[in-house]
């Protein structure tokens, strides 16, 4: 068993290593600018490693990623021994990770709820003055020991 600090080099060695295996040896033009790899995790006796990965596009492009992930598998694992010092190489289990694409869901939310503000004349998070407080707008931006002249 691997200490978890072991662990977690590994798991940072598996996925910088699996990043630029697919990135430049295998330079794929129907993934290499949609895949990305999240995160590893590694099993405490380094046997399976959980790939995740995330894909910008639309369904499409992630089932493209996964037929790509699946076949390349065997390819990506020897590829991936030349690079880990591990007595043994870990089987490859690839995940698809939604959070990026939630994250990116969520951000056009806020930026459609950010234009529709605006479109209303309402007040947005960048455009309203919430960070002053009531002494800095009468005394223009200075607080009330800045104003007095200590001489």
């Given at each position: 068993?691997?200490?978890?600090r072991r662990v977690e080099r590994v798991q940072k060695q598996i996925l910088r290593s699996i990043s630029n295996i697919v990135l430049f040896d295998?330079?794929?033009?129907?993934?290499?600018?949609?895949?990305?790899?999240?995160?590893?995790?590694?099993?405490?006796?380094?046997?399976?490693?959980?790939?995740?990965?995330?894909?910008?596009?639309?369904?499409?492009?992630?089932?493209?990623?996964?037929?790509?992930l699946e076949h390349s598998k065997n390819y990506i694992r020897e590829r991936l021994g030349e690079d880990l010092t591990t007595r043994t190489l870990p089987q490859l289990e690839f995940i698809f990770d939604p959070s990026?694409?939630?994250?990116?869901?969520?951000?056009?939310?806020?930026?459609?709820?950010?234009?529709?503000?605006?479109?209303?004349?309402?007040?947005?998070?960048?455009?309203?003055?919430?960070?002053?407080t009531e002494s800095e707008n009468a005394n223009g931006g200075e607080d009330d020991e800045g104003s007095a002249q200590n001489d």
């Open positions: 068993m691997a200490t978890p295998m330079k794929d033009p129907r993934t290499a600018k949609t895949l990305t790899f999240t995160k590893c995790k590694v099993s405490r006796d380094l046997a399976v490693a959980k790939v995740y990965y995330s894909v910008l596009g639309n369904e499409s492009d992630r089932r493209t990623a996964e037929g790509f990026v694409e939630g994250a990116i869901k969520i951000s056009e939310t806020l930026r459609e709820l950010e234009e529709e503000r605006e479109q209303l004349g309402e007040p947005t998070a960048a455009g309203d003055d919430a960070g002053e």
